[in-house]
Every structure is written in structure tokens, then in C-alpha cells.
């Protein structure tokens, strides 16, 4: 790893005092916000975050708020997905695409109310693209990045320290749906959702209220737990095929290609609905890929993936060496002639080649 | 510093084996791209940045090219800065703005034919703003972000080194214009410009072509004027008020806050025309700040400014130790009561208080 220059422009949230005091040791960059990646080692993070509870400063995923009577019509011109069921209560993960078709983002939305929406956003600036498209058409509505900053609780026992923070009928909340908590004077979203398959839940914490006083009650509530800051874990997450995008997908890919066509509904509201008609059947596709062997190097690039034949099959996206399943796991965008389950290619790490294996579906 | 975590989404750029093995030794992270700041160590890079040449892999400056009949009437929309009269081989510093008259990004547009731009971004995906608004008034127009890697060529000894790779004509290129010049098959664009304010060029450099070839090449041609690797200077930057996006002014700025009042045209065609009319003489604006004694900490978040009774007076935004000037160099946005050049103002540091003075302009 190298050296991050921090400055302003990367900028600090209303948790990075304790993220720091934590022992934070790297960062990533996301939506210009610095995301932790790592406190004691990748693999001491994983193997806690699969057995405790962890609160992860997730800030990063910065909120466009849209709201006013063209906000569900916004929203809806940005992603195949087909909002008109969506209950005020519910979170959506939604690949957004543009009139071509192509990703710009996959977030997850979380409607607020009738006619108001965050858009939980991977790493790109679609609050642009909202107020371009909303400057175009002249659309009723206000566009804006309220000063909201999520905390997620992941792990085994998030439900325990969930209830233990804010009452049994919170931890009761069902999978990508939210209910409103009470902290100090301020009222918050707490929704069961986050960017691991342990479960938990992720807090909208409103920065009116004192983010460093509520990290200090979680941490104290969940003592006993062996609660400790944390972080999305590189490989928790290819372990659960929680795309990144990107890495794994990114503004040149389809829906279809990111292995989301589930989400494209005929929606002719979608600016990207007709693009999308021809993009149905892809020449490529994301896959999970077991790759052979120990200690896989850190993939800080695509590595190119290779048929018997030395022919070009894909490349890898994402990849680290599993503790658990002893392989290394892998995220792809394998062409369309690799995609079966068990087909065998090789792929050419920054340390040289390896063999490996497309699956049928992730590992947890 | 904290170390960085690398993956595909920090994306490498055609330059990168080279950066690498110039020896690098920080990043930041600029439009989803690995952006070097440090080679030897900042002061080594100023120092030498200030006597010879370098060669800045500066990638990160993303372009989105915008090319149609519509193309001028599109960049026009999200721009004060009038382009009626802008030439085919110009480069213009713009600041761009949504609706709202609200900062989104400061480019240099670069005009490459009638109906051709590319627009050299700061880090925000204005990619997305474009779509987003080219969608919406079904505009014609192509918008892409191309396989175009700028190569920065910086320092007092530039145009020798220019006048060495293309000949006399390339060096005598004026400010802020452009040529076209062949490497291998590809006609690229090289204009001068930069990120510093030691003269120097921007090579547009186009991909097809490979990268290393001409990083050699040009390092072959220059040992004699003492070339090496390097970036955009933390110190120099500032020393020469160059703003950075994000940092110095951000989307919640104004132009006028940002003193770019001088690129506030009376453009009707501009989306923030009408917001920018209410926004001429603004509450707060950007000041060269003069910080006193030694050893200032690394600047990596804001720092408030109080004057005499304590009351807010605004925040340093970057800021560095000179070596030159003997004195911590800063920019700020400074509240409307304390612009005058002279105001003594109180800065509050990572490492306690000091005094500052607000200064009447940048140092070089």
C-alpha cells in the first residue's frame, strides 16, 4: 500500500474523531469522503465482523435528498427499476443508468415519504445528473445532499445491540426496511440493510445531534458483545457478491452485464428503457471465480482472465485469499462464452498465473 | 499520512508503471484516479519543481468530450463565462454551475473544432451533469469521456524540453492555447497550461498510442535539464493561488465567493444566469492568508479563523509551510468584515493558534 494525502477535498465526517481514536489504519476514497478500510488487519476485521458486531462509519455513501411532487418521476426516469409499489417504508437497491443504458451509480433508495427519496449512493456524483436532468426538464423538485451521514451496525449481533440501543421492535425491522428512531431531539431513519451479508443495519445519523456521544453509547451498549469500529471488509464482501461499483461494474457497463437484470422492469419511464430493450442478452457477464492456491496478491487492477487457448475470457474485477474457504474468491466480467458454472481459465495476477474455476453463485 | 488502499475503482492510468517506478510515495484520489502529490518529499518536489522540469502524469484530469451541433449551447448552459467569441485552438478556465448559480466543477474547456469540446475536470463527475441535462432537452450531442491521459510538462525549463520533443513552434505556443503535434500515428493536442505557475504544457495525450514509449522518450530528452517525475505541489499550488475544487470552494459555493467573479459574464444562456444576478457581491470570499512562525502541521481539513473578540471570520482551506516565504502560505474563504488586505486574524490550527493576516493577493 501507499501513502493517502489528506486534505479538505477528501473529506472528514462527523465520526472520523472515533474512526481515528479506533486505530483506522487505511482508507479508501469514496465520494470524495475518506471510507475506512482497515483497523487491525483485513483478516482479523473479517474474522470479527463474521462472529461480533461492528459500527462502520460509512458516511461515504452520501445521500442526494430529492423531494417535491416530480421526485418519484425523477427517480424514476434514472433506473429501470419500477418504483410505483415502493411503500414509504422501504429501501430499494437500484442500478441507476443514463438514456444510453450505461451505469452511473448503484445505490440504495430509501424512500422517505410521498414525495421524498435518498438516494444511498455508491461512488459517483449522480446528485449531478439529477440536477441536470431536472434543470432540463424544469421538474418540481429540490435537489440537495442533507447533512446525513450513515452508520451501519454489521455482524451476528447487530440485532442485540440494536435492541439493546433503541427497543425490541427495532430489531425487529424487516430486511431493506426502515423505521423512525428517536435520538436526543432529533428523529432518524434506521434501516436493516448495509454492505455486509452478516446482517445489520444501517443509521442515517443526522449530524444536528452529536455523532461522537452516539458512537460513544453504541460502543458501550455493545462492550460485552465485543463491539469494535470496523469497516466494509474486501473480502466479506466478495464472499457475498456485493458488487462494487467501480471495480466491478462501471460507467461503461449495462445493467445486464452487472448480473442486475432482475431490477430492469419494463419501466418506459426509465430515460435508459429503450437502450435497454437491445442490451437484454450481454456478451459478458459478472460471475463469482474461485481462483487456485494461497496467499493471492492484493488486486489493485483488472487482472486479464484466458482460455486454454491463451484467448481473452474476461478479467477480474475484485479478488482476495478467503480465510474461510481457503481459495481465492473473486468478482469477474466474464464474456459470454465462459459463463457455465465450472468453466476453467486462467487468470494473470500482478504474481503470475492462476488457475480458476467460474461459479454458479457466490460463497455466503 | 495513512496509507491507501488500492483497487480497481482508484483507477491506474497509462502512466502508471512509469509513476511507479519514478518512485511515488503518496496519492490522493482525483475523479476515481490515482493522482501522485509526493515523490521525493514536498519540499524536494517545490524546490525542484521551481528549477527544472517535470513530468506529471496528471490522467486524473478527466475529460469529457462533448461533441454535436449542440455542443457550445450545452457547455454554454453550464457556464457564466461567455464562449461566443472563443477560439478553435483555446483553452478556457471556466467555472462551471448548476441552476442554482452553485459551483459544480472549474475546468479548462479546451476547444478542439467547431462543434468539439473537451472539458479538463477538477474532481466532480461533470460527466453525469452533461448526461443529465443533454437527456432532458434531448440536445444533440455525444458526450464521452475519451482515452485522453494529460501529461503535464511544468517547470522553468519546459520550453526547452518542449522545443527538444517537437520543435520551436511547439515552445512558442501562448498561453492557453493549443497545437496539434504527431507522436507516433495519433495527432494529440498540446497546450500551454498547467497546475502550476512555473510555465509549462499540457499534453492531451491519447492512448492508442503507448504511454511508456513517450514517457522515456521525453525523460531521454530532458536528463540534461535535470527532469524528474512529478506533481501538482501542495506548496507551489498555493504560493501561486491556484484553487482547487473541493478544497478552496466547494458545491456550495458561488463563483464570487470563489473570486471568479472576472468569469461571470452576462451570458442569459447560462442555467445560473438568473441566480448568479442576486450573488454579485458576496457574503464570504476566497483570500490569500498569510499564517506566521514555523513549522505549520499538514493542513488536512479545515481550520477556523476568529478575529480579535473570538467571533468566526471564516476558514483556511489549504494551507502550507514555504520555504521560500518563510511563513505558512493559506487560502481561505474569509467572511465579508475581514477581506481588506491587513485584517489580523487568528487561525486555529491542528497544533493550536496562530496569527494571520489576510493579504491583497497570491505570493507568486
Redesign the interface.
Known sequence: ??????????R?SPFSDKVEAAG??????YN?MRLP??FRSLTEDYAHLKQAVQLWDVSAERQVEIKGADAEKLVQMSTPRDLSRMADDQCYYIPTV??AGKM?NDPVLNKIGADRFWVSLA???????????????KLDVEIS?PNIHPLAIQGPKANELVERLFGAEYAATKFFRHKTVRIGQTDMILARSGWSVQGGFELYFDATEDAGTFWDRAMEAGRDLDIHAGCPN?IERIEGGLL????DMT?GDTPYEAGLGKYCHDTPAC?GHAALQSATIPERQIRAIEIAGDNLP?????WPLKDADGGYAGQI??AAQSPDFKCGVAIGMVEADYLAAGSELTVETSTGPRACTVRDKFWI
Chains 1, 2 share one sequence.
Open positions: 500500500m501507499v501513502q493517502l494525502s489528506l486534505n479538505r477535498r477528501v472528514r483506522v489504519s487505511a482508507y479508501t476514497v470524495h478500510t482497515v443514463n438514456a452511473t461512488d459517483s456524483d449522480l446528485l449531478l445528473y439529477y440536477q441536470g436532468l431536472a434543470a432540463g426538464l445532499e474486501g462494487s461499483f467501480g471495480s460507467f430515460l492484493a488486486c489493485d487492477r483488472t474485477t475484485s
